[in-house]
């Protein structure tokens, strides 16, 4: 008996369409490896419709008025809350990821990340009006760009949809966003339940692969473009947008530093650490995968991580003691093996370190030490349930540790001790630093990296001016 596959559908100008020339590609359960949807595979053609949809509509959505957007995004959120066991559902389906933790730790975030941005749409204004110059006034108007281009990842499909369309959207603009081609179904949903909300063309979905994505950055209509990925990804992007000067937003790799100290808490800094760590297996550009922990504690500490790791539980979706799901597709997996099996002689595998099962793409929870600053596995990131753990002699040293990667997106500082908090704070090169808690987001509060983490930032009154541009005005008074 064979199961009829699910067929999803691009959706442009408010219609569901296949792919013009009518190509595919398998959507994969990555909890069980089996096919369970097919998607479009968008090419140039579907890009064209795409962006001309996004652009007949961008004059009219421009022109409403903030309280109109506000109310869309809130109809949105509401329409988003009361479907919330389909969202999570597909959610689960592209990846894996426990029920449970998905309706409970991203369901409310991403509903109040839309509210928060349907907010920020009434705060749209520019400086006062001023005399600066003798008999003229000046105005500063801040505007919509226009159409946006968006490349969403895999490993928060639902969540990073919001993040990049809803700031778009507030601020006026329309939108073309393309999914993974791992992970499409959420996002088609998302598209399904937000038709009847805005008009024609403000929001569109092409689902496809790389070359898709490649299409839609180097198309002449979009004023901006906008990718969360890898940093592979994101210079290929910043190329492509450079040849027409398009703006750019990128929010790629991190490899986050977590200091111990010899002072903290250690019980807590374990098992927060572990969390912070595992979950979404480790598939996080702010997971706290690289601890640095003082030598007076880092045997003390080592072994209680290890020990945490083995306490921790992956599995099947449906079981609500997991932690975390399996790994986004087979390429995850072997390249998250690959760092383990090419761990220098002088590394130590103190947890985990394998394959979980022959069914889905599972990895235990592992933890490494004895690891060196130049060691590979320090320098690149693994985006996988794998913790390493350094020792450091003093704050010098944690510093010179954390700071020496080429990423820069966030970090953690685990003390007691006030004024060393605030120090590392000011001197830690990430866009973001916690304080004896490493992971929570809230909407207010903006996201992003410097260095190789890219450039922009998401949520917050930021994330939302990243999408305005600033225009400026001088009347004469005595026309």
Not at 84 to 89: I, K, T
Not at 164 to 190: E, R
Not at 301 to 314: G, I, N
Not at 434 to 444: F, K, M, Q, S, Y
């Amino acid at each position: 008996m064979t199961t009829e596959l699910r067929r999803l559908r691009n959706y442009i100008g408010g219609e569901f369409k296949d792919a013009a020339d009518g190509r595919t590609t398998d959507v994969v359960n990555p909890a069980t490896g089996e096919v369970y949807a097919t998607a479009p595979l968008s090419g140039q053609a579907d890009v064209d419709a795409a962006m001309a949809a996004a652009a007949a509509a961008f004059p009219g959505w421009r022109d409403t008025t903030p309280s109109e957007r506000q109310k869309a995004l809130l109809k949105i959120a509401d329409a988003f809350e009361a479907r919330a066991d389909e969202l999570v559902a597909a959610e689960s389906q592209n990846t894996g990821k426990p029920l449970a933790l998905t309706a409970s730790e991203e369901l409310p975030p991403m509903v109040d990340q839309i509210r928060f941005f349907a907010g920020a749409a009434r705060l749209l204004e520019g400086r006062s009006a001023g005399e600066y110059m003798e008999g003229m006034t000046s105005i500063i108007r801040r505007e919509p760009v226009g159409v946006c281009a968006q490349v969403a990842p895999w490993n928060y499909p639902m969540m990073m949809a919001v993040w990049k369309f809803a700031p778009a959207i507030a601020a006026g603009n329309t939108v073309v966003l393309k999914p993974s081609d791992t992970t499409p179904a959420s996002t088609v949903l998302m598209a399904e339940i937000i038709d009847s909300i805005l008009p024609k063309g403000v929001f569109n979905v092409v689902c496809g692969d790389r070359d898709t994505g490649k299409a839609m950055v180097e198309h002449s209509t979009p004023a901006m473009a906008s990718i969360t990925g890898s940093v592979r990804a994101g210079m290929q992007v910043a190329e492509s947008a450079s040849k027409d000067v398009k703006r750019v937003h990128l929010e790629l790799g991190g490899k986050a530093p977590v200091v111990v100290f010899e002072d903290a808490d250690l019980a807590k800094a374990v098992e927060d650490i572990a969390v912070a760590g595992y979950f979404n297996a480790g598939q996080d550009c702010t997971a706290a995968t690289r601890v640095l922990v003082h030598e007076s504690v880092h045997d003390e500490f080592v072994s209680a991580l290890a020990k945490a790791a083995a306490d921790t539980k992956t599995g099947q979706p449906d079981d609500e003691d997991v932690l975390y799901g399996p790994l986004n597709n087979p390429n995850q997996l072997k390249q998250v093996a690959g760092f383990i099996e090419r761990l220098p002689a002088h590394a130590k595998v103190e947890a985990g370190g394998h394959r979980v099962g022959e069914k889905g793409y599972f990895y235990a929870p592992t933890v490494v030490s004895g690891l060196k600053q130049d060691d590979e596995i320090i320098q690149n990131e693994v985006f996988g349930p794998v913790i390493t753990v350094q020792s450091f002699t003093d704050e010098a040293q944690a510093l010179e540790y954390a700071n020496g990667v080429e990423f820069a997106l966030a970090s953690s500082v685990w003390t007691k001790d006030h004024a060393r908090a605030m120090r590392m704070s000011k001197n830690l090169d990430f866009g973001c630093v916690w304080i004896n808690t490493h992971i929570p987001l809230v909407a207010e509060m903006p996201h992003g990296g410097f260095k190789k983490s890219g450039y922009g930032k998401d949520l917050s009154a930021y994330g939302f001016e990243d999408y305005t541009r600033i225009k400026h005005v001088m009347t004469s008074l005595d026309a």
